[in-house]
């Protein structure tokens, strides 16, 4: 048996509780991980709302990223070894002391780097590679716009683009979390309305506008985003905080051949996710040997407070992400709680 956070029914955070369930069996392609870690993303808030179900063969239980051990494997994994630290972006299931996931949705927790810091990658990282890097086609020498950049998304952006030698300008809603995204590397940290955000940007550019706008926001900020690209620009939608209808010119698009891409990151296949993976094994996981480019904690909770975590995130009063820590055994390399797995 394992112990778990379950949701009783759909509303708020009081619907969460500490449960115990019988620990996931890994099929052929997937590993079981004993999770030590596991990140907290919008979407878990989404799910437990009832906005964001998960999907019919994934685990009905909240979480979408996590750090631990590989305990066990089914029979057609080839790439990992039992003892294992890896992260992984998880269908669901990540709040809880076990986690099956596809084998190749999995990386290696980077050298020097501890489970704790590991646990909040996955799913801000696939989700910013996949669409700036890949879908958008960011590159050096770029400029990048985030909207909305001191959560976890927003700061998973920063830290990528300046990995790659990209300008990044980022608009935030406080003093406090323009502080914190200029100490994360961004270029230009400012706050405005829709109805100013044109002018600002294209003020800060010379006139000339950004390659890339990364959209959390959507509503009437993304006819602002469009006023803010160069020719030729992209613009990449994950969300849409403030609103999911909108009115876009479309021959504004077509006059400056501006693209908009958009998608959400838990339904695509699993093909689509492996591919991310590797991608970010080639490309980004060698940058960790000389560069930081862990994500700042705000807070890390116990499992069970996982409803004050909730509280927090959709309050947001805070910079970065949170997280759960759901093992307390030893220290890591690092200095943090992991468990540490009896494989005998």
């Known amino acids: 048996m394992m112990n778990y956070i379950a949701c009783h029914g759909v509303g708020g955070s009081e619907m969460m509780s500490l ?97 704790v810091d590991a646990a909040v990658l996955p799913e801000t990282f696939f989700t910013v590679w996949g669409n700036v890097f890949m879908r958008a086609g960011l590159k050096a020498g770029e400029t990048l716009l985030i909207l909305g950049a001191s959560g976890g998304i927003g700061s998973a952006a920063i830290r990528l683009a300046k990995a790659f030698d990209v300008k990044v300008l980022a608009l935030v809603s406080t003093e406090e979390k323009r502080q914190y995204c200029q100490e994360l590397g961004a270029d230009e940290v400012f706050c405005a309305s829709s109805a100013t955000l044109s002018q600002q940007v294209l003020r800060l550019t010379q006139e000339r506008g950004v390659d890339v706008v990364l959209d959390q926001l959507g509503g009437d900020w993304l006819p602002a985003a469009f006023d803010c690209m160069a020719y030729d620009g992209r613009l990449a939608s994950i969300a849409c905080q403030t609103g999911r209808q909108v009115t876009v010119d479309i021959f504004q698009l077509m006059r400056r051949r501006l693209s908009w891409v958009a998608s959400t990151l838990r339904p695509q296949s699993e093909a689509a996710k492996a591919d991310i993976a590797q991608q970010l094994l080639a490309h980004v996981w060698p940058k960790f040997a000389d560069r930081q480019l862990t994500l700042p904690i705000d807070q890390i909770f116990d499992l069970k407070d996982a409803p004050l975590a909730h509280q927090l995130f959709e309050s947001r009063q805070f910079c970065g992400k949170l997280a759960l820590r759901v093992t307390h055994d030893q220290e890591d390399e690092c200095g943090h709680a992991v468990l540490i797995e009896n494989l005998n």
């Open 19 to 115: 449960a115990q369930g019988e620990v996931p069996t890994p099929r052929a392609t997937q590993v079981l991980i004993k999770v030590a870690v596991a990140g907290v993303n919008g979407p878990d808030i989404a799910q437990r709302k009832g906005h964001y179900p998960a999907p019919s063969d994934a685990s009905p239980i909240l979480g979408l990223e996590v750090a631990g051990y590989i305990v066990a494997m089914g029979a057609d994994v080839r790439q990992w070894q039992l003892g294992d630290r890896v992260c992984a972006l998880v269908p669901g299931g990540g709040y809880s002391e076990y986690v099956s996931v596809n084998a190749r949705h999995c990386l290696p927790v980077p050298t020097g780097v501890s489970l």
